[in-house]
Structures are given as C-alpha cells and as structure tokens.
C-alpha cells in the first residue's frame, strides 16, 4: 500500500503526532465546549495551506471572516498577504483568490440563489441559509470561483483545503438530523484531493455534542477541552487525538496555550 501523502496541521507537534500530518482526503473533526481553541486550529489549518499554494474553502459560522482575519494576525497569521474573495460580495473577483470565505452572508445568497431557481424548477421550495442543501451548493460555488473544477460537481484539479467552523450551526435547531447531514454533506462533496477540517460544538454544561453523528463519519477526530475552572482557579485547555485512520497517531493528550504571535502550543500534559 502506498504511503498516504500528508497535510501539515500548521502546528508542528500535532504533525509529529499524526506521523507528519493528516493523510490527505481526510474529513477531520476537531470537538469540543467553546473557548478550547477550535476556530484557532483552523486557522492554523487554512494558513499552512496557503503558504503551501493549497487553495482554500472556509465556512465560518461562528464570526465574520474580518474577525478571523484580526484574531489570526494576533496570533502570527496573516492572511491578508493572500488574495480574498467572499460568495457574499456582490462584485466579481479582481483576481484570482487563494482563499474564498463562506460566512452568513455568502449563505444567504446561495439560498435565494437556490430559492429562485426552486421556483422556476419545482415550484415554492425555500432554503435556509443554514442547510446542508445551501451549504454544498455554497462549496461546490467556491471550487468554481477557485478555478479547480473543471465539470458540474468534479472533483478538484488541485488539493484543497475545507474548512468548517462549525458543523453545528446547521442542526442547532434539529440535533437528531445530524447524522443524516452529516452523511448528506460527505455524500456530496467528499473528495480524494479534498482535506477538510470541521468544528462540532459540545455543551459547557453536559460536554455533549450539540447532536449525535459527525464524530461516526469522520475520518479522524481531535477532541478539546478545557479543565473545570471552578475547581483548578484557571484555565487549562487540552487536546488529544482520538481517531485517525491510516494514521498511528499519538494516544498521549497534550496541554494547549493560546500564545500571542504562535497560536496553539502543545505540550505533553502534565498529568503524564
């Protein structure tokens, strides 16, 4: 069997871990409560694809991408060195983007997009901008606008880069489909010359997922949490790997720090 090519995470311990990488085609799943450093990972993820000429997807639901933009920066990333280009924006691109976003915006114009052809097509369908329906019709948009497709739904001409903050977002208010989304949109866009990183959130509360079924199709799964604060007085994050096919990957949890111009840091826990 050959060896499996390998994608840089962006931080070089979880690569050692992951035996340099994760294998490319993977659908990764990073879970965990908010304030871990998830949307942090990813991040990491889109800019160590940009620096390596990866064109990147990335669907952020959780801010704005002029946010992600700022925080990242903080944290060592610039991603304004690389040409931009958002499905919410009304004008065409300038150039050629190496990184298309897919925020609120760009999903609420793929489901009128979507919307007015239902109602020339099949009558009074409405999308929301917050279904898988809309979701993989925003991705398949932004292959097009990255000029990596070359037919209706093919598969990429060059590897790519998706990512997915957060899955969640489209069943918050329908938890128990999310195992049927979550194979809908694996169904639909999965690809061997597309890596993906996806965020599931979990309750503060229970540390249950926000729905039951990402985790079961998932390729690989890195799980984040943080410490009880009202019992250790501070905050202590964690990260450990939990599954990654064709990978033996490190079974040892990690501390994670958020450090000004570096990002997340791991380090082997304490407790070991």
């Known amino acids: 069997m050959a060896e499996a090519q390998r994608i840089s995470t962006g931080i070089e311990e979880l690569d050692e871990a992951l035996e340099g990488g994760i294998p490319q085609g993977s659908w990764v799943v990073a879970t965990g409560e908010p304030g871990v450093g998830k949307s942090i990972l990813c991040m990491h993820f889109a800019y160590a694809g940009l ?7 990335y669907v952020t639901t959780e801010q704005e991408f002029k946010d992600v933009i700022a925080q990242a920066k903080q944290l060592g990333m610039d991603f304004s060195k690389y ?3 958002s499905l919410g924006w ?3 691109p300038e150039e050629l983007p190496q990184i298309v976003v897919v925020d609120i915006f760009g999903l609420l114009k793929v489901a009128r997009q979507l919307t007015e052809k239902a109602k020339e097509a099949e009558g009074a369908r409405r999308y929301a901008a917050l279904s898988v329906d809309t979701l993989i019709e925003a991705i398949d948009e932004a292959y097009k606008v990255l000029e990596v497709v070359e037919e ?5 001409t060059r590897h790519v880069r998706l990512v997915i903050d957060s899955m969640s977002a489209f069943w918050v208010d329908k938890p128990v489909m ?6 809908q949109l694996k169904i639909a866009t999965h690809r061997d010359n597309v890596t993906a990183l ?3 959130q979990y309750a503060p509360t229970t540390r249950q997922a926000y729905g039951f079924g ?7 799964v890195i799980h984040m949490w943080m410490d009880d604060v009202e019992t250790t007085k501070e905050v202590r994050r964690h990260l450990i ?7 033996n990957h490190a079974r040892n949890a990690f501390d994670v720090e958020i450090e000004p111009g570096k990002g997340l840091v791991l380090r082997p826990t304490r407790s070991s």
């Open 152 to 156: 209706e739904r093919g598969s990429p």
């Open 83 to 85: 040409p931009t280009y």
């Open 241 to 247: 790997i939990k599954k990654m096919r064709m990978t």
């Open 198 to 200: 996806l965020t599931s």
């Open 214 to 220: 990402l985790e079961h199709i998932a390729d690989g």
């Open 90 to 92: 009304r004008r065409e």
């Open 51 to 57: 620096k390596a000429g990866d064109p990147v997807v």
């Open 178 to 183: 999310a195992r049927k989304y979550s194979y």
